[in-house]
């Protein structure tokens, strides 16, 4: 089956993890093909087969050049809580974000099939 929706941008040195009793993969950050930082999420609907951009909101975590993209970073999914955990990473200029864990609340995705 093909997919739809808005496809993500080329990337990179991003992660991607399933999330949502497997449901979904989100797909956050990386470089692109210009090698520029990217700091966008997007969810791929395996059911439904379509790329669901998500919009992000309150505290975002910049690096010390004030960037909000970051590559090579670690990132795991807390299934209790329903949050992203990020830890570090490069910004565009190859600096290291502060080492310090982010954490994403993601919303709630109803299970509509």
């Not at 993969?25 to 969810?43: E, H």
């Not at 951009?53 to 795991?76: C, H, L, S, V, W």
């Not at 190859?94 to 310090?100: E, L, N």
């Amino acid at each position: 089956m093909p997919a739809n929706g808005l496809f993500p941008i080329a990337r990179y040195c991003h992660k991607s993890t399933l999330i949502s009793n497997e449901r979904y993969l989100l797909v956050f950050a990386g470089l692109n093909v210009n090698r520029q930082t990217l700091g966008d999420m997007i969810l791929f609907d395996i059911n439904k087969s379509i790329w669901i951009p998500i919009a992000q909101a309150g505290f975002i975590p910049t690096n010390e050049d004030k960037q909000f993209g970051r590559y090579n970073f670690g990132m795991d999914y807390d299934k209790i809580n329903n949050r992203l955990i990020i830890f570090g990473g490069q910004s565009n200029k190859g600096t290291f974000c502060k080492p310090i864990l982010n954490l994403f609340q993601l919303p709630d995705f109803k299970q509509n099939n």
